[in-house]
């Protein structure tokens, strides 16, 4: 066993960005909170951990191969870097449009890779993109990244907090602390300024209360926001003085306060990981 100190030397914090489910704005969450850490001064790193779908390339707008070391530590990756952010993805090392056909342990140790073989250099964050679900993936994957914590990301309905619900009690099982609950698609904002709660409303309120884990923040539905995911250029970076925007330098903000405060009473954390 190796200690999760060990397995990233350099690396301050550790957060995976999940949820139960697919399509509820993993993605988009992890981008536009890298992108905000990074603007608030931190260094800061993401490792897209969906290695049968890999969203960052394209959410980063960016394309092509990472560089390979040639002196010093020879033969390692270099992370791709934009808007402030150093990125890895298994999406840089793959063909346009071909799928990763792998059995799982093979995802696991290209995922391994991304943490012993790439030069990450110093970090204050370095976030996790998690792929969907809490299957036996997802679960050797919460073992064997060094985490600090996780943030788990809901929609309000019910289908999708039952899934985001799981989610928590997995990273309590292999005791990774949940950080914080954010919602997503809350509600739309029409032009006239009222709301409407398209899925429900109060979900990752509710979910928050009843695991006595902070609600980080409620995202709406934005059209922008998906137009940032398409075209590469993150909404707190596209459009940074939006209400959206302006609420994702928010949970930033607070998430910087959050793991301080859990680092200052991090002795009931566990520093070991699972070697798979
Ligand atoms: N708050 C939002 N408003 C509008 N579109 C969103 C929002 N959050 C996510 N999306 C869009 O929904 C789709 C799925 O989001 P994504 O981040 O890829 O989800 P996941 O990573 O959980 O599968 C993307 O097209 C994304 O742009
Ligand atoms: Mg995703």
Redesign the pocket.
């Known amino acids: 066993m190796k200690k999760k100190s060990e397995v990233l030397p350099g690396i301050k914090n550790t957060i995976a960005v999940a949820?139960g489910k697919?399509?509820?704005?993993?993605?988009?969450v992890a981008v536009n909170l890298a992108v905000a850490l990074a603007k608030e001064g931190a260094n800061v790193g993401l490792i897209d951990a969906d290695i049968y779908g890999p969203?960052i390339p394209l959410m980063f707008g960016l394309k092509g191969k990472p560089g390979v070391t040639m002196a010093g530590e020879k033969n390692k990756l270099v992370p791709m870097e934009k808007y402030g952010v150093k990125v890895m993805s298994i999406g840089f090392l793959m063909e346009e449009g071909t799928a990763v056909v792998w059995r799982g342990p093979m995802a696991s140790s290209a995922l391994k890779q991304f943490m012993s073989d790439v030069v990450w250099g110093k970090l204050d964050y370095l976030l996790f993109d998690m792929p969907?679900g809490t299957g036996d993936i997802q679960l050797t994957l919460s073992q064997t990244i060094p985490l600090t914590g996780a943030i788990i990301?809901t929609t309000p309905q019910e289908i999708s907090l039952t899934d985001a619900r799981k989610g928590y009690v997995m990273f309590q099982k292999v005791n990774v602390p949940t950080i914080g609950i954010i919602e997503?698609?809350s509600y739309y904002q029409t032009p006239e300024g009222s709301r409407e709660y398209i899925f429900g409303k109060g979900g990752g309120r509710k979910m928050s209360e009843e695991f006595k884990v902070k609600l980080l923040g409620e995202?709406?539905?934005?059209t922008n926001?998906?137009i940032g995911?398409?075209e590469g250029i993150p909404l707190v970076i596209g459009k940074p003085d939006s209400d959206e925007a302006v609420i994702f330098t928010k949970i930033s903000k607070d998430l910087i306060k959050e793991i301080n405060l859990m680092n200052t009473n991090t002795s009931n954390v566990s520093d070991v990981v699972i070697e798979i």
């Open positions: 949820s697919g399509g509820v704005g993993k993605s988009t969203s969907p990301v997503n698609m995202i709406p539905i934005n926001i998906r995911g398409d």
